[in-house]
C-alpha cells in the first residue's frame, strides 16, 4: 500500500533519502503495517514525539491504511 | 478590558473574546506573558496551572516581580492581572499538571495554550488533548530558545486541532538559553494565534 510520511524538524534528516526537509515522502508498505514498524524501520531516535495520521491524533500501535499521511513530529524544550 | 479600553471595536468580536475561556499550562516565559496579553485583547476567563514559584532569575523574561520572588506563580499572576482588569474571571490551578488529571483541568476550554518548557511534558499534553479533545485547539510552543533570527518563529497548524508556535528547532537542551525578546515574540504568536482561533479567523498562507 501507498502511504505518505513526513517527518519534521531534527527528525527530517532520518527520510530514507537523507536529504531533509519536512515534505512528506511516498512509502510502498505491506497491508497492516503499524505506525510502530515504520518508526523503527526509520530508526528514528527515542526523544519524545506525537504522531499523527491524516490531521488527526494517532496511536503508534495502529495500523495504517492506503493513502493515509503520517506526520511524526518532535517538541523541544523551551518554555 | 471595558468598552472604553478595549482594542476590539466591533461589539460582536468583544464580545465573542469576552465569553471565551482559555486554559494555560504553564506559568513562566510563555503562559505568563501569553495570559496577560489574551487579558489585554478581551479574554476575561483564563485557567492559570502551575505549581512552581516564582524565582529570581524568572524575571529576565516572565511577568512576574521582584516583590513577588517565592510566591506561587498562579498566585502572582492572577495578581497582576487583576491589577490590569478588576474584572478578570480566574481560575487557579496550583498543581504539577499529569496525564491522569489533564484532560478534567482543560476540559472546558475553548481553547488550550501549552506552555511548559520540557518536551516530554510538551509531548504528553499534545497526544492527550488531540486523542480526548479533538474538537478543542490546542496552541503549542516548540522552538524558541537561543539568538536566531525571531523571524524564525512562525505559526502553522500541524494537525486538525495542533497549531504549533515556533522554529520547531531552538532547542535548550542544546545549551540555547532563553532570551526574552525571542521569548516574548514566541508568546506572541501563541496568544495572536488563539485570539485569531476564537475569531474564528480564516487560515491564511502566513500561517
Known amino acids: ?79 | 478590558m471595558s468598552e472604553a479600553t478595549s482594542c476590539m471595536p466591533d461589539p460582536e468580536l468583544r464580545a465573542r473574546l469576552r465569553a471565551a475561556r482559555v486554559a494555560i499550562i504553564g506559568c513562566g516565559g510563555l503562559g505568563s506573558n501569553v495570559a496577560a496579553m489574551l487579558l489585554r485583547s478581551g479574554v476575561r476567563t483564563l485557567t492559570l496551572i502551575d505549581f512552581d514559584t516564582v524565582a529570581e532569575d524568572n524575571l529576565n523574561r516572565q511577568m512576574f516581580f521582584r516583590d513577588q520572588i517565592g510566591r506561587l506563580k498562579t498566585e502572582a499572576l492572577a495578581e497582576t492581572l487583576l491589577r490590569i482588569d478588576p474584572g478578570a474571571d480566574l481560575r487557579l490551578v496550583t498543581s504539577r499538571i499529569s496525564s491522569a488529571d489533564l484532560i478534567d483541568t482543560v476540559r472546558d476550554a475553548d481553547v488550550i495554550a501549552e506552555a511548559v518548557d520540557t518536551a516530554e511534558t510538551k509531548a504528553m499534553i499534545i497526544d492527550l488533548c488531540t486523542r480526548d479533545l479533538p474538537e478543542v485547539p490546542l496552541v503549542t510552543v516548540s522552538g524558541l530558545a537561543g539568538y536566531a533570527s525571531a523571524n524564525r518563529i512562525a505559526t502553522e497548524r500541524l494537525a486538525d486541532n495542533l497549531y504549533v508556535v515556533g522554529d520547531l528547532e531552538s532547542d535548550i537542551r542544546d545549551g540555547l538559553s532563553l532570551l526574552a525578546s525571542r521569548v516574548m515574540v514566541a508568546s506572541a504568536h501563541q496568544a495572536h494565534a488563539i485570539i485569531r482561533i476564537l475569531l474564528e479567523c480564516e487560515d491564511d498562507k502566513d500561517e
Not at chain 1, 512528506?24 to 527515542?46: H, K, M, S, Y
Not at chain 1, 495504517?64 to 518554555?79: N, Q, S, T, Y
Open chain 1, 1 to 79: 500500500m501507498h502511504v505518505d510520511v513526513a517527518l519534521f524538524a531534527s527528525l527530517s534528516t532520518f527520510q530514507p533519502d537523507g536529504a531533509g526537509g519536512r515534505h512528506a515522502r511516498a512509502f510502498e508498505l505491506d497491508a497492516g503495517t503499524t505506525i510502530a514498524q515504520v518508526i523503527e524501520t526509520l530508526a528514528l531516535p527515542d526523544q519524545p514525539r506525537v504522531v499523527f495520521v491524516n490531521s488527526r491524533h494517532a496511536a503508534e500501535d495502529s495500523e495504517l491504511h492506503e493513502g493515509d499521511r503520517l506526520a511524526i513530529f518532535p517538541p523541544v524544550a523551551g518554555g
